[in-house]
């Protein structure tokens, strides 16, 4: 038997090596939590081409050495030098690349910058690192027992971990703050919660990664969560994304304070829901609740809830809910449908917009051993209107034309039906959800379309 093999060859001249980006932008990572290794960025991915005819041995080299704030993966290989990488002719390796940064002392992000350098035989190419690094108020576990006050809005607070607010405290948040939640973090709210933003000055509550892409990535942390009990909940101007739930309320306040109470407040990007209310009371007024793996909004085992001027909507493309976005039961049945539980259910909602992609977006169960009393009226729905619940006066199935679906944007468009279909019901609302004032004639849901 004859065996031939052809022998490899390898480039013995210079060349430059191709990578696939010029630079590696990573924004802003938040600097070290001192003395921990948190946090570390999210990983930065991009490849680098041999284009010669034959095989290259190529070495990398951070140029800040091991003193640089990256970290680098060369095919495999990990550290400040990595050597003998071999690229077979006309493909590529992949590079991993991480950033750490250490605390700068400053309020405003900064800018930090290295480079990754190839080398082939003497012949260099280059790959620009570039951060801006943040320092951060850095929050473990916080437990919250007297009234305390959140008030620079010049540097985010971080969470991490577990935020509980104690029975008897209230945390009020200023306006411009901006929390950061790590990964599985839950606010538990037994006191109360008084989250002031305004128009121009809004508060976020959000995951930790500040340049996660996309930004529409649920479930990057717990969300927020009213135990049975809590005293207080008051929210304005707020924008809550990428949670699981992004508030749960557990049954009725201690006090008669008005239960949890959200004004001009946006809720996006939940992997379970935007709200979720369980034998609660919720009064909602220019809201946005959009973009959930499961529910908008859902009422279980009865509740008081009413909602004016909201927007509830689901496009995302992160799920494939079989639902429809609105739910609200006043019972609670076991794994067989069997009813095992109920209580009373108040629902209003006026001059709102329900609209998805399923032609069915109102989901609900009831029974009539307790109340089940709805109030919908000048609504734009896009429902079958099952045993015509929803009574009359709203309209059924007419596309409201959000300006973009696709890009998650629910403003209305400019030949959108809902402009000025507004009437008066009670105090009139006199803005919209970002503070813009509303006409004479308002339009329907969160969003008042300005010329």
Not at 302 to 323: P, V
């Amino acid at each position: 038997m004859l065996v031939a093999c052809k022998p490899e060859k390898y480039f013995t001249g210079k060349t430059q090596l191709q990578f696939l980006d010029d630079t590696i932008w990573f924004d802003t990572i938040f600097t070290k939590k001192p003395g921990s290794t948190y946090p570390i960025s999210v990983t930065r991915i991009t490849a680098v081409k041999n284009n010669e005819k034959s095989i290259v041995t190529a070495n990398f080299q951070l140029k800040g050495g091991k003193s640089s704030p990256y970290k680098i993966n060369v095919n495999g290989m990990a550290g400040p030098n990595i050597e003998n990488i071999e690229i077979l002719p006309g493909d590529s390796v992949f590079v991993f690349i991480q950033c750490k940064l250490e605390p700068n002392n400053q309020l405003n992000p900064m800018l930090v910058l290295d480079s990754l350098i190839s080398n082939v035989n003497g012949a260099e190419s280059k790959l620009l690192l570039a951060a801006y690094g943040w320092d951060a108020t850095y929050l473990k576990r916080p437990i919250i027992t007297t009234n305390t006050t959140w008030d620079i809005a010049d540097k985010p607070y971080v969470v991490l971990d577990t935020l509980y607010i104690a029975e008897g405290a209230t945390l009020t948040i200023k306006p411009g703050v901006e929390i950061y939640a790590s990964a599985r973090t839950p606010f538990y709210i037994a006191g109360a919660i008084d989250i002031q933003g305004e128009p121009n000055n809004r508060v976020s509550i959000r995951g930790d990664k500040p340049t996660y892409y996309p930004s529409v990535i649920p479930n990057q942390w717990t969300g927020i969560h009213f135990l049975k009990g809590y005293q207080n909940g008051k929210i304005s101007y707020t924008d809550i994304t990428n949670a699981a739930i992004g508030i749960r309320v557990d049954s009725l306040a201690s006090t008669a304070g008005g239960g949890v109470q959200l004004h001009n407040t946006k809720i996006q990007y939940c992997g379970q829901a935007c709200l979720i209310g369980i034998s609660a009371h919720v009064t909602a007024t220019n809201c946005l609740f959009a973009d959930a793996g499961s529910y908008a909004f859902l009422g279980f085992l009865g509740g008081n809830y009413s909602f004016m001027h909201c927007t509830f909507a689901e496009y995302s493309s992160f799920s494939s809910r079989q639902n429809g976005l609105f739910g609200f039961t006043n019972t609670q049945r076991d794994g067989l449908g069997n009813l095992i539980n109920y209580r009373p259910l108040e629902l209003t909602v006026f001059n709102s917009i329900i609209y998805g992609y399923n032609s069915e977006e109102i989901d609900y169960d009831k029974t009539t051993n307790t109340t089940f009393q709805l109030d919908f009226r000048n609504n734009f729905i896009r429902s079958k209107n099952p045993n015509s619940i929803l009574g009359t006066g709203n309209t059924l199935n007419k596309d409201p034309k959000f300006k973009s679906t696709a890009d998650n944007n629910y403003q209305i468009d400019t030949l959108s039906p809902v402009i000025g279909k507004g009437i008066l019901l009670g105090s009139p609302v006199i803005d919209d959800l970002l503070g813009k004032i509303r006409k004479t004639n308002p339009d329907v849901g969160c969003y008042e379309r300005i010329p």
